[in-house]
């Protein structure tokens, strides 16, 4: 079940559009740090020991990146430019800290517990109020929204392509279409008959 999008019980772990939008808009309403924590894990697919370990020096606000240490890989000292919007680095700058220190410095239990205040705030289910969902929702939509998977794999700092390649598993709406075209008669009968019934 590790590389798979859905847990034990078949429940997805990712985050729809619908949801990632919800959760950014809730993040925006919190103080500038938890905010800016939460935007980033959101709009960059990093891991949240990732984003821990972020520092003022790695916000490229001239290349509008944000480089993270790939922290997973065996080897330390991989590094990783992900592209990011302007309205987040300006966020990120507002914060103040020393070129070389933590932006964030707060242990993973509070990381953690801060992400599924602002994920409950946001209306997701809670069997998704995890980090994690985060990032694989991030790796979904790039998949749906044709972004090529060796960009995804490095935005996401996966070592193999395999990796990557299960997000692209993942329903989306080109497939919601294609079944619409199948249902067509079908799913008319059943509009049908719902009207019928009293």
Known sequence: MKNSLFDRTGKRKYLVARE???F????CGEDSEVGAFCLTLAITGARIS???ALTMDRIDSANRAIVFE?????????FRAVPAPSSLIR?????????RARIWPWGRTYA?????????KA????????PKALRHGFAVEAGQKLVPLNIIQRWLGHARLETTA?????LGVEERNLARRVWGAVQEAISRSDTRTP
């Not at 790939?70 to 991989?78: A, D, M, P, S």
């Open 91 to 99: 966020r990120l700058t507002q914060i103040r800290r020393a070129p």
């Open 112 to 120: 953690w517990k801060s992400v599924k205040q602002v994920m409950r």
């Open 24 to 27: 950014v808009r809730a993040a």
């Open 70 to 78: 790939t922290l997973k890989q065996r080897e330390r000292g991989i």
């Open 20 to 22: 990632r939008l919800a």
């Open 166 to 170: 299960i997000y692209m598993n993942a």
């Open 123 to 130: 209306g997701i289910a809670d069997w998704l109020c995890k």
């Open 50 to 52: 990732e984003v821990l």
